[in-house]
């Protein structure tokens, strides 16, 4: 399979916000638009921090991806850090997914990204499966923590 993947811009966010409420509908974030456009326009505005892919046609994106960047002395420098990921019901399990995963990595590798990073349900086993043939790897001694500032 050969999706179309491209970086997102200000231009995107018509497409964008409507997936991205889908997204947060399935896993029951409370987010509303206001929220959702705060969040992700600085990324499609070009901050350093992360950005925003959209995967499938241009007119009508299956999906998108965000990463965001930070640093970590542990791999040895810059590390990305999968923010969300989500494709459209009616085409999952169609290899989406593990290309975007795939293509994004290749590129973030090669502007010097040490290491990507991404949160998971361990209930979750489709997407444990999803994400292990993307070459992703719990860390067992580790666990995510959160303090909300």
């Known amino acids: 399979m050969s999706t179309t993947i491209h970086l997102a811009t200000p231009a995107d966010a018509p497409k964008l916000l409507p997936l991205m409420a889908a997204f947060h509908a399935e896993y029951g974030l409370d987010l509303d638009d206001a929220h959702r456009n705060a969040a992700v326009s600085p990324l499609l505005e070009g901050s350093p921090l992360g950005a925003v892919w959209l995967f499938g046609l241009a007119k009508a994106p299956t999906g998108y991806v965000i990463i965001t960047f930070g640093w970590s002395v542990e791999m040895g420098g810059m590390e990305a850090f ?3 990921l989500y494709i459209r019901p009616n085409v999952r399990k169609r290899g989406l997914a593990s290309e975007a995963l795939s293509t994004i990595s290749r590129s973030l590798r090669d ?7 991404l949160e998971v349900d361990r209930t979750d ?9 993307a070459h992703f790897k719990l860390r067992e001694r580790y666990s995510l923590m959160t303090r909300t500032l």
Request: no cysteine; charged share 30%; hydrophobic share 35%.
């Open 82 to 84: 999968v923010d969300e």
């Open 111 to 117: 502007v010097g990204v040490k290491a990507l990073h």
């Open 125 to 133: 086993e489709p997407t444990l499966r999803l994400y292990t043939r």
